[in-house]
């Protein structure tokens, strides 16, 4: 059973474009919730983490936004730019098991120029 | 570049047989956690590794095991090898476990035929 579901699965944004990727969760357990950018030959690189208590986080073009009563969390990439292109990861971690992370499934963004 | 080495990058295997994968963590980083990820899929938790000793384990059975050494570098090993094995592993390491920042080295990928 996936313990965090991910969607779409792929998505082509127009450069300058917002892409926005959606996850969902069902354990509320979890209180640490991470987005990674993994690019082909890669490993996945944290791009930026939100806690439960607050209901959006931004750093640059990134934005994630919580709704802790629906058990979804989201990804915004404002501004979207060919170099945006990569797979995504939402991700999720239990309560004091740190470091041992449940991840979607991923979502592949392609950004056209 | 995150400081974390992993090897072999690439290896095949016949089904049946046993491999042994090799992690170097970042300097001054004493806990290592391993993923595998299939293709086209997120990373799935394997195991966590904090000062030589397991300090949790996901959902694999026990012919995957591991290692971690005084330098904390740390061994996967897979025994009796299936084709379901087949998938990127990847080895993560962290400054304690406490900071929810891991660094991902960029994969060993084995094939098993």
């Known amino acids: 059973q996936q313990q965090v579901k991910q969607s779409p699965q792929s998505l082509i944004v127009q450069k300058g474009g917002i892409s926005i990727i959606n996850c969902a969760y069902e354990?509320?357990?979890?209180?640490?919730f991470p987005w990674y950018q993994q690019f082909p030959g890669k490993g996945p690189a944290l791009l930026i983490a939100?806690?439960?208590?607050?209901s959006e986080k931004k750093e640059g073009r990134f934005t994630i936004s919580f709704n802790k009563s629906a058990k979804q969390f989201s990804l915004h990439i404002m501004d979207s730019q060919p170099g945006d292109s990569a797979t995504y990861f939402c991700?999720?971690?239990?309560?004091?098991?740190?470091?041992?992370?449940?991840f979607g499934s991923g979502t592949k963004l392609n950004v056209k120029p | 570049e995150t400081g974390v080495t992993q090897s072999p990058t690439h290896l095949i295997k016949t089904r049946g047989q046993q491999v042994t994968l090799r992690c170097s963590s970042q300097?001054?980083?004493?806990?290592v956690s391993w993923y595998q990820q299939a293709l086209g899929q997120g990373p799935q938790f394997i195991f966590q590794?904090?000062?030589?000793?397991?300090?949790g384990r996901g959902n694999f059975p026990p012919r995957f095991s591991g290692l971690q050494f005084p330098n904390y570098s740390s061994e996967l090993n897979v025994n009796a090898l299936e084709l379901d094995d087949s998938a990127l592993y990847l080895c993560?390491?962290?400054?304690?476990?406490?900071?929810?920042?891991?660094?991902f080295g960029e994969g060993s990928w084995l094939t098993v035929v």
């Open positions: 993560a390491s962290s400054l304690d476990f406490s900071g929810n920042t891991i660094y």
């Open positions: 354990n509320t357990a979890f209180d640490y």
């Open positions: 939100i806690r439960p208590d607050v």
């Open positions: 991700a999720a971690e239990l309560k004091y098991n740190f470091n041992k992370f449940y």
């Open positions: 300097s001054g980083h004493n806990t």
């Open positions: 590794y904090y000062r030589e000793e397991e300090n």
